[in-house]
Every structure is written in structure tokens, then in C-alpha cells.
């Protein structure tokens, strides 16, 4: 069956960097999109980037914006998320997802989720 695992949490010093990897099995990022959520205490599940497999294009939420990089190595089925200069508003349970659009509704498969602690 789809699995999706997810890996590379953990805490990070404020101003830190960190790469999330997503390994998908019984299923292809060749041609689909794949995408990072994130949900901290008390919050909604948001998107925090997602990019179409095919074509690259790349979408980020607003606070993410110039600070991360979602990335797909498809002959590997795995999507990345590079995030620099951490702050401690990222801490959260970050979530990778694949689906036909980028919105929570759109995803068909989720992963367990990992634990990204910023401290500050």
C-alpha cells in the first residue's frame, strides 16, 4: 500500500538550518504534487510548501517565503524541504502529503509526521 515517511527532525537552534525528506513507496512523485504541512499546538494543519513533480513549479506559505526550499528527487520518490534561517514559529509537526492540488483537501496520502523543534 502508499506510504509516505518522513524523516529530519528534531531541535534546531534558532538561525539554524534543516532538510525534511519524504520517502514515498507504492506510488511515483513523477507526476503529481507533493507537499509540506505543518500543524503547531492550538493551529490549523497549513501548507507550508508544495511543488508539482512534473513541471517544478513551487508554491510557499507567506512566513516560509525566502527562508525554504521544497525540493523532488522523483527517480527516488522523495520530496525535500530545506529550511534556513529556522525561527522559532516553525516548530511544529511538519506533515508531507501527495495529491492533485496543494490544498489539505487535495492530498490523498499523508505521512506519520515529524517533530521540528525550534529553540530559541
Known amino acids: 500500500d502508499v506510504q509516505l515517511q518522513a524523516s529530519g527532525g528534531g531541535l534546531v537552534q534558532a538561525g539554524g538550518s534543516l532538510r525534511l525528506s519524504c520517502a514515498a513507496s507504492g506510488l511515483t512523485f513523477d507526476d503529481t504534487v507533493a507537499a509540506w504541512f505543518r500543524q503547531a499546538p492550538g493551529k490549523e494543519r497549513d501548507l507550508v510548501a508544495c511543488i508539482d513533480t512534473g513541471t517544478r513549479n513551487t508554491r510557499y506559505e507567506d512566513s516560509v517565503k525566502g527562508r525554504v526550499t521544497i525540493s523532488s528527487d522523483n527517480a527516488k520518490n522523495t520530496v525535500y524541504l530545506q529550511m534556513n534561517n529556522a525561527k522559532p514559529g516553525d516548530t511544529a509537526v511538519y506533515y508531507c502529503?501527495?495529491?492533485?492540488?496543494?490544498?489539505?483537501?487535495?492530498?490523498?496520502?499523508w505521512g506519520k509526521g515529524t517533530l521540528v523543534t525550534v529553540s530559541s
Open positions: 502529503a501527495v495529491g492533485e492540488y496543494c490544498g489539505r483537501e487535495d492530498m490523498d496520502y
